[in-house]
T-cell receptor, first 116, second 112 residues
Framework: KAGVTQTPRYLIKTRGQQVTLSCSPI?????VSWYQQTPGQGLQFLFEYFSETQRNKGNFPGRFSGRQFSNSRSEMNVSTLELGDSALYLC???????????????FGPGTRLTVL | DQQVKQNSPSLSVQEGRISILNCDYT??????FLWYKKYPAEGPTFLIS?????DKNEDGRFTVFLNKSAKHLSLHIVPSQPGDSAVYFCAAAGAGSYQLTFGKGTKLSVIP
């Protein structure tokens, strides 16, 4: 079974631009979460999408947004880029079955975004 | 306010010995705990998890122990192998939530 894929793997943008990152989950997984990893803050949760709806949102400004398509693929968008947005952006997918049981999240390789 | 803490930034262990990585949490609403391993330039790889209703879970060389009263969990790797050298992250989730809160990681070096 193919793992989580993220495109592009590397991206260089300048301040003020916007960027869209893409994530394809493991086949059959319906939940996609996004995380930002920086040296100072570590891994921080951005948001989770399940059945095309945002279920949870982390403590990030509104410049960070996302969406999920009917095939469970997800995109995240960052508008008006700032230098501090330089980070590794990770996508994780999960089966997210019914009930309260938890299903592990599996991560993609990430997109390295550099803002100049 | 760090809700998940890994107080040891690094750990060195001889090959064949036991590696013990520790993690403390402050949020009593956390219901599920996971350990991930990460190599540079790669995404985290899921290792093992434990529900709050258990105190131990084993998978091959990896065992996770949970002490709810102390809000502490640990990952034991026995025996340690050079390929285990990586950064290990502890993560926690609340009941029914898929929002993971991560610790800052512990870099494990297994010396041949």
């Amino acid at each position: 079974k193919a793992g989580v894929t993220q495109t592009p793997r590397y991206l260089i943008k300048t301040r003020g631009q916007q960027v869209t990152l893409s994530c394809s989950p493991i086949s059959g997984h319906r939940s996609v979460s996004w995380y930002q990893q920086t040296p100072g803050q570590g891994l921080q949760f951005l948001f989770e999408y399940f059945s095309e709806t945002q279920r949870n949102k982390g403590n990030f400004p509104g410049r960070f947004s996302g969406r999920q398509f009917s095939n469970s693929r997800s995109e995240m968008n960052v508008s008006t880029l700032e230098l501090g947005d330089s980070a590794l952006y990770l996508c994780a997918s999960s089966f997210r079955g019914g009930g309260s049981s938890y299903n592990e999240q599996f991560f993609g390789p990430g997109t390295r975004l550099t803002v100049l | 306010d760090q809700q998940v803490k890994q107080n040891s930034p690094s750990l060195s262990v001889q090959e064949g010995r036991i590696s013990i990585l520790n993690c403390d949490y402050t949020n009593s609403m956390f219901d599920y705990f996971l350990w991930y391993k990460k190599y540079p330039a790669e995404g985290p790889t899921f290792l093992i998890s434990i529900s709050s209703i258990k105190d131990k879970n084993e998978d091959g060389r990896f065992t996770v122990f949970l002490n709810k009263s102390a809000k502490h969990l640990s990952l034991h790797i026995v025996p340690s192998q050079p390929g285990d050298s990586a950064v290990y992250f502890c993560a926690a989730a609340g009941a029914g939530s898929y929002q993971l809160t991560f610790g800052k990681g512990t870099k494990l070096s297994v010396i041949p």
